[in-house]
């Protein structure tokens, strides 16, 4: 049961305590650690929204597909992934944040979207492997 108190603009919920989506089998889960898929200054609306896709099974189903797209389709934008599911590109973008949250995808460069005609990230599949265009570290020579 969620609980909003108006002045402080917190949420509290039993939910949020362990948040796991189920993936492709209830054996099978990506942990999102209790992120939420709302903000604290959204509407209670927008905590009874996430707590249905959540529970339904909706949110899973939409990262495990969004998560096949990215492996299938590295280096697309949201837009360009829209155009390849029956998801709108601000879904996927939300899917997307919980992915890369999760540890599951990350973003890669930013370039000219084919569809939008705009700078947007390209989201690549992470595999724990350094990627040679993020910015990293330069030694200084002191120990």
């Known amino acids: 049961m969620e609980q909003k108190d108006l002045f402080a603009c917190t949420v509290k919920t039993e939910s949020w305590t362990k948040k796991c989506v189920t993936v492709d089998s209830p054996a099978e889960y990506i942990d999102l650690g209790g992120k939420p898929a709302s903000h604290s200054q959204d509407p209670i609306s927008s905590?009874?929204?996430?707590?249905?896709?959540?529970?339904?099974?909706?949110?899973?189903?939409?990262?495990?597909?969004?998560?096949?797209?990215?492996?299938?389709?590295?280096?697309?934008?949201?837009?360009?992934?829209?155009?390849?599911?029956?998801?709108?590109?601000?879904?996927?973008?939300?899917?997307?944040?919980?992915?890369?949250?999760?540890?599951?995808?990350e973003k890669g460069r930013t370039r000219l979207c084919t569809i939008g005609q705009r700078k947007a990230v390209e989201w690549i599949e992470f595999v724990g492997r350094i990627r040679p265009y993020k910015t990293t570290l330069k030694p200084t020579g002191e120990f």
């Open 47 to 105: 905590f009874e929204a996430e707590e249905e896709i959540t529970k339904s099974g909706i949110r899973g189903s939409q990262m495990r597909e969004i998560l096949e797209l990215v492996k299938k389709h590295p280096r697309s934008t949201s837009r360009e992934l829209s155009t390849l599911c029956r998801l709108d590109r601000y879904q996927i973008a939300r899917r997307l944040s919980d992915l890369e949250f999760a540890g599951k995808v």
